[in-house]
C-alpha cells in the first residue's frame, strides 16, 4: 500500500511520539534521530525538513538561534548543511555529557523520601538508577559492590524493611545480616511484594479500602452529631383562656322580651308609661 503522508500528518509538537528538542545538547543527536523518523514516515522533503524540526525545539531562544544559522533559508538553504550548522554550535563535552557522582547522589536522595507502593515504581526507580550508575561503574568512579550498596539506599527506610524480610525469607540458609543484598536481590523481593498479582499486595490494598470504609463511617457519625447538635429546639408553650361565663345574646333577648310582657301586665291601658 502506497505510503501517502505528507508533512501535515506529522505529529504535533508535545504529542507521545514526537521529536523534542529541550536545550540539553546531550540529546540532540536523540532529537534528530527522533525526527529522521518521524519525518521519513511522513514523506518530508529536504527543502521542508529544517523548517518542519525547528517546530519541535522547545525553548524560543533555541528557535531563534537555529533559525538564524547559515542553510535554514535563503539562496544557501540547505538541510544538511543547516543540520551541521545546529551541532557545531554545541561542544563535543555537551553533547557528550555523562552523568557523575553527583547526580547519582541526588537521584538516590530524591528517591528515598518516596515510599513504593507498586511494581512498576521500584523498575522506573530501576531504569533510573541504572542510566547514571552503569557509566559510573564502566568508568571505574564506583566499584560493582558500591552500585549495589548506592541502589539500596534509594529506598525509603519502610521499603527497606519489607524487601529485607522478604529476602531473609527467600534466602533464610544462605543471607547472613552483614552480606550486602546485590540489585537482583532486591528486584526479586520487591517484584514479589509489590506485583499486583502477590498476596501481600492484594491484602494490603484489602486493608487500605478497610480502613477507608472505618474512616468514611466515623466521618458519617461525626457528621450526624453535628447535625443534632444544630437541630432548631422546638419549645411548647401553654395557653390559657379565662373560661368565665359566655353570656347568650338569644337568651339575654328572651329575658328581656319575659321582662317587658311582665310590666306590660301589670299596667293598665291609660297609663302613661303603657303609652
Not at 500500500?1 to 529541550?22: H, Q, V, W, Y
Not at 543484598?181 to 532486591?186: G, M, R
Not at 383562656?241 to 322580651?257: A, N, S, T
Amino acid at each position: 500500500m502506497t505510503n501517502t503522508k505528507t508533512k501535515t500528518d506529522m505529529p504535533a509538537p508535545g504529542t507521545r511520539g514526537a521529536p523534542k528538542f529541550s536545550g540539553r545538547a546531550k540529546k540532540l543527536e536523540e532529537f534528530w534521530e527522533a525526527f529522521k523518523d518521524a519525518a521519513k514516515a511522513c514523506n518530508v522533503m529536504d527543502d521542508d525538513k529544517a523548517e518542519v524540526a525547528l517546530r519541535y525545539v522547545k525553548r524560543k531562544m533555541d528557535k531563534r538561534l537555529w533559525k538564524a544559522l547559515e542553510g535554514y533559508e535563503g539562496p544557501k538553504k540547505n538541510y544538511a548543511n543547516w543540520k551541521k550548522a545546529v551541532n557545531d554550535i554545541y561542544t563535543e563535552d555537551e553533547k557528550d555529557y555523562q552523568m557523575d557522582l553527583t547526580d547519582l547522589n541526588k537521584l538516590i536522595h530524591r528517591n528515598s523520601k518516596k515510599k513504593i507502593s507498586k511494581e512498576r515504581h521500584l523498575l522506573k526507580y530501576h531504569r533510573n538508577f541504572i542510566l547514571v550508575a552503569n557509566p559510573l561503574v564502566t568508568d571505574s568512579t564506583i566499584a560493582p559492590q558500591q552500585k549495589d550498596i548506592y541502589f539500596w539506599q534509594g529506598f525509603h527506610p519502610k521499603n527497606q524493611k519489607a524487601i529485607l524480610e522478604r529476602v531473609n525469607v527467600l534466602k533464610a540458609s544462605t543471607h547472613k545480616p552483614s552480606d550486602i543484598l546485590t540489585i537482583n536481590d532486591v528486584l526479586e523481593a520487591g517484584k514479589f511484594l509489590y506485583s499486583s498479582r502477590s498476596f501481600e499486595q492484594r491484602f494490603r490494598l484489602k486493608k487500605a479500602k478497610g480502613n477507608e470504609d472505618e474512616q468514611r463511617k466515623k466521618r458519617q457519625k461525626q457528621k450526624g452529631k453535628a447535625l443534632k447538635k444544630k437541630k432548631v429546639e422546638v419549645t411548647t408553650k401553654r395557653v390559657s383562656f379565662d373560661m368565665g361565663r359566655v353570656e347568650d345574646p338569644e337568651k339575654k333577648r328572651l329575658d328581656e322580651v319575659e321582662e317587658l310582657s311582665r310590666k306590660l301586665s301589670s299596667m293598665r291601658v291609660n297609663d302613661t308609661a303603657y303609652a
